[in-house]
Nanobody, 116 residues
């Protein structure tokens, strides 16, 4: 079992930046691919970024490419999502999830609100 806890969300003005953290306990996060997802009110959850176990491979949704950066520090059992040039449409609850063939473990989410 892996327990995931997100942090770093908050209220920020458009154009601002935040760094979200996903801290794991229970098992080594280095065993898993980790994804960051978001869900805005009235919308379906979408994946915005993912990173493989070593950090050597990353992927991003088109809507966030060039603005979001995912990284991981396996020694700290933590994955990060640097979000920059924020737009009001980035407002959502952001979740991290970990897994091998599927995302089996989920955190509780952290709210990001971007004001215009």
């Amino acid at each position: 079992q892996v327990q995931l806890v997100e942090s770093g969300g908050g209220l920020v003005q458009a154009g601002g930046s935040l760094r979200l953290s996903c801290a794991a306990s229970g098992r080594a996060l280095s065993l898993y691919t980790v994804g960051w997802f978001r869900q805005a009110p009235g919308k379906e959850r979408e994946i915005v970024a993912r990173i493989n176990w070593s950090g050597g491979s990353t992927g991003y949704a088109d809507s966030v490419k060039g603005r979001f950066t995912i990284s991981r520090d396996n020694a700290k059992n933590t994955v990060y999502l640097q979000i920059s040039s924020l737009k009001p449409e980035d407002t959502a609850v952001y979740y991290c999830a970990a897994g091998k063939l599927e995302y089996a473990y989920w955190g509780q989410g952290t709210q990001v609100t971007v004001s215009s």
